[in-house]
């Protein structure tokens, strides 16, 4: 994890008497750690400066304790150098969207392709993927491949090598069809090469896209903040993708292009998976990295696997609607909890009881059976799962490798959460289920009443 030993220095820090001291020698290992973790040295320097000057500087406020009021500040610190505290702009400012994905040779740029493509299509947008990667040899092939699996179009014009011509008419063809979404995929770039940059250049100045998306390897190392300045001067970067986030990678160059360019890290690729692609969240960051947000218990996790659902989301729940976007989000969140029957035994507000002839097992095998049903469905049917007739059934089993009778087995169960849902539609119930509203529905909810 990137920055693990800051956990410990904050403890070392926590232990000692000495304020002063004990604020020197936190800088001096915060310093190390940050190095150890590829960040930049001019930006190692500049954070560790403002700490220390801040720590014996400024005065606490009444009633907080000189520790606390440190913790406040390698807290703040360490925040401003992702980006602070403003969320990433995740929904699209307007119809159609265009996002050009740019990055170096090797740092997963396609794949993330798909991953972005498959998170926006799971938000209820129609998206389109573009091939424009002339250079590399079957990049056309693996994206096409990569949008059959998730029920996604891709343009392609395998065997022309004008790039720009391919983006700007890949674009022209999804924009003429209505789609909301349309992501370009570049052939990836050598920051010397100064012949591909010059036609990333051209392909932005053809298609002026909405969003251009820098995709990073987190093992990139210091020099990501080189790539990343040489990249933005090519083209105005609008955020950034952190890929391989799964590894050993320490990741700290990607936070060293966030500095250089003044973009923000928007997603980050925790894993090979197509699902594998999450909000950044920084805060949450960096309170695991200070060890003052770790997860011991499963109340907490339930917690945390309903910071996915958003206001839009929660919003559906109370109103009692369901559809298969909300179910899918409901079972990936579930199987990253870990043992299914730990998790059914232990969800606050019910005192469920699992049959000891229940086979966990079996119904998580189920639970992977209905995920791949579900990315099987197109967008019509994930937003009304009753159109679904015998003839669609057999189309989305086929497509997931799957039986009738397990795609009609889901839709029982929909139907059978779908009635809940209706008799939960209270606020209190919802929270008991571990569900967060957001403040403004917590406002409606006090309005309405």
């Known amino acids: 994890m990137v920055f693990e030993g800051v956990k410990e220095a904050l403890k070392k820090f ?8 004990a604020v020197n020698e936190f800088v001096r290992d915060l310093q190390r750690e940050l190095i150890k973790s590829d960040v930049n040295l001019k930006l190692v320097s500049e954070i560790s400066s403002r700490i220390k000057q801040r720590a014996l500087n400024e005065k606490p406020p009444p009633g907080v304790s000189r520790k606390n009021w440190f913790i406040t500040i390698v807290y703040e610190e360490l925040l401003r150098l992702l980006g602070g505290e403003k969320k990433p702009v995740v929904k699209p400012g307007k119809k159609p969207w265009i996002i ?8 997963g740029k396609t794949t993330t392709a798909g991953k972005l493509a498959y998170f926006y299509k799971l938000e209820g947008y129609k998206v389109g993927l573009v091939a424009a990667d002339t250079y590399r040899p079957a990049a056309y092939e693996q ?16 065997g022309e090598t004008d ?16 789609f909301d979404i349309v992501i370009i995929d570049t052939a990836g770039r050598h920051h010397r090469e100064e012949m591909l940059l010059e036609e990333m250049k051209e392909i932005y100045k053809a298609v002026n896209p909405d969003e251009i998306i820098l995709v990073i390897d987190a093992a990139i190392g210091q020099q990501a903040y ?9 083209t105005p970067i609008g955020s950034i993708i952190v890929t391989k986030l799964d590894g050993t990678a320490k990741g700290g160059g990607a936070l060293s292009a966030v500095a250089a360019t003044g973009a923000r890290i928007k997603f980050i690729g925790t894993g090979e998976k197509i699902e594998d692609l999450e909000v950044f969240k920084p805060q949450r960051f960096i309170s695991r990295v200070l060890g003052l947000g770790d997860i011991e218990s499963l109340v907490e996790s339930v917690k945390k696997m309903q910071l996915e659902f958003t206001e839009e989301d929660a919003k559906k729940l109370i109103e009692g609607k369901l559809n298969m976007r909300l179910v899918y989000k409901q079972l990936l969140s579930m199987r990253k909890l870990g043992p299914l029957r730990k998790v059914l035994q232990m969800i606050p507000g019910f005192e469920l009881k699992i049959p000891m002839e229940v086979d966990t097992k079996e119904l998580e095998k189920k639970m992977d059976k209905w995920i791949a049903i579900i990315n099987s469905m197109t967008y019509e049917e994930l937003d009304n799962p009753e159109i679904i ?12 490798g799957a039986s009738i009778n397990d795609v009609r087995e889901l839709l029982k169960q929909y139907e059978a959460m779908k009635k809940l849902m209706k008799t939960l539609r209270r606020k209190d119930v919802l929270k008991k289920l571990g569900i967060q509203l957001p403040e403004s529905l917590e406002e409606e909810e006090g309005a309405g009443k």
């Not at 926590?14 to 001291?21: A, D, F, N």
């Not at 983006?167 to 924009?175: K, L, Q, S, T």
């Not at 080189?226 to 090519?234: C, D, L, S, T």
């Open 163 to 178: 790039a720009v011509e391919i983006a700007r008419r890949g674009v022209e063809y999804f924009v003429q069809r209505g």
């Open 226 to 234: 080189n790539i990343a300045k040489k990249f933005h001067e090519a």
């Open 143 to 158: 994206l096409k491949q990569l949008g059959e699996k998730i029920g996604v179009p891709v343009y392609g014009e395998p």
């Open 14 to 21: 926590l232990s000692q008497e000495k304020y002063e001291e």
């Open 389 to 400: 007739d015998r003839s669609r059934m057999k189309r989305i089993a086929y497509g997931a």
């Open 100 to 107: 050009l994905l740019v990055g170096l040779q090797g740092s």
